[in-house]
């Protein structure tokens, strides 16, 4: 029998620090619903914007942060018939969006974590519709690092068109970065990685990719980029960075794809007009992508038995250190925090 009230992380205020354990009523399945019995949940860059005000500023307080989750159906609604109780599942962090193209208001007002309530509670109630089932072979925690950061990868080397031959650019060591040179690799692609440190080039060596490139020692990492692949270029850019978007393009090659995803260094970048018009670029935002096709990457994960990267995890009461690690930028691959 599901308990009444259960533990859930708010933020009273817009700092790390005002994280605080609350009580709140056990939701109720409605029709259509299933309640979910949150077992993990993983950090991605947005959940630290919000909670720092430097996006969605005017989100009310208090607020249930993080996006992405994975857990146990434990209460199914009226009519459903998607799931069973017992069923492992990952909430969609874009709700509604099924297949092609989102609404605008999907894309603004119905997404986890801000504006609709976070996954740092012991049960959530979402429509049946808006979730898919875990890979089988990946435990709570792997599992819960997929709906923003695997997700993000596969839509960018989706809409890029990638296929055995490329080459791919990806930026750091967080979640999308080393899930897009995992699916790059899978699907025969070449892998150029940048990050700062000898110990986080090392890992990308590790985890397959074939040249790095220190952006600390090489401020004009572009030029190494291109050196890493005879001058030719990248085929797909993951571009992470945001405010890194000019060197991305310098180093992109003639008709290539560069998939904006993040904003981990800044907002702005002021671009040359020139480096996208003489080498016939195509420059897309992506925002995560659909519950199609986040099963079809889950397909893809289950039959090579991919596993991601997980950096550490945190216990719920520990949320404000899984946080604190993130801000810090130390980290190679996910942070989770355990329910």
């Given at each position: 029998m599901t308990a009444k009230t259960m533990r859930a992380m708010e933020a009273r205020d817009f700092s790390i620090d005002a994280l605080q354990l609350a009580q709140r009523p056990v939701p109720v399945a409605r029709r259509g619903e299933i309640l979910v019995r949150v077992k993990a949940a993983s950090l991605n860059y947005r959940d630290l914007a919000i909670l720092e005000q430097k996006y969605l500023p005017t989100l009310p307080l208090p607020y249930v942060p993080v996006s992405d989750a994975c857990g146990e159906v434990v209460a199914l609604g009226e009519e459903v018939t998607r799931f069973k109780v017992g069923d492992r599942v990952c909430p969609h962090y874009i709700q509604g969006w099924h297949d092609g193209m989102p609404t605008q208001e999907q894309r603004t007002r119905r997404t986890l974590g801000a504006p609709l309530t976070g996954m740092?509670?012991?049960?959530?109630?979402?429509?049946?519709?808006?979730?898919?089932?875990?890979?089988?072979?990946?435990?709570?925690a792997e599992a819960s690092t997929l709906p923003i950061a695997a997700l993000t990868a596969w839509s960018t080397l989706a809409e890029g068109g990638i296929k055995a031959g490329d080459s791919v650019l990806v930026q750091g060591t967080g979640g999308v970065a080393l899930f897009a040179l995992q699916f790059a690799k899978l699907a025969g692609a070449s892998v150029v990685a940048t990050s700062s440190s000898a110990d986080k080039l090392a890992r990308l060596k590790q985890l397959g990719a074939d040249a790095v490139v220190n952006y600390r020692d090489n401020p004009d990492w572009q030029v190494a980029v291109r050196e890493a692949t005879h001058g030719r270029g990248v085929d797909i850019v993951i571009e992470t960075g945001g405010s890194t978007l000019p060197k991305s393009l310098a180093c992109t090659t003639f008709g290539g794809f560069v998939g904006v995803v993040g904003f981990v260094a800044g907002y702005e970048a002021a671009v040359p007009i020139r480096a996208l018009i003489g080498p016939m670029v195509r420059v897309q935002g992506i925002a995560v992508g659909s519950r199609a096709r986040f099963e079809a990457m889950n397909r893809a994960i289950e039959r090579h038995r991919m596993k991601p990267v997980i950096d550490r995890e945190f216990p719920l009461d520990k949320a404000a250190d899984a946080f604190r690690r993130m801000k810090q930028g130390t980290h190679i691959g996910k942070i989770v925090i355990t329910l």
């Open positions: 740092l509670q012991e049960y959530v109630a979402v429509p049946a519709e808006d979730a898919v089932l875990a890979p089988p072979h990946l435990s709570d």
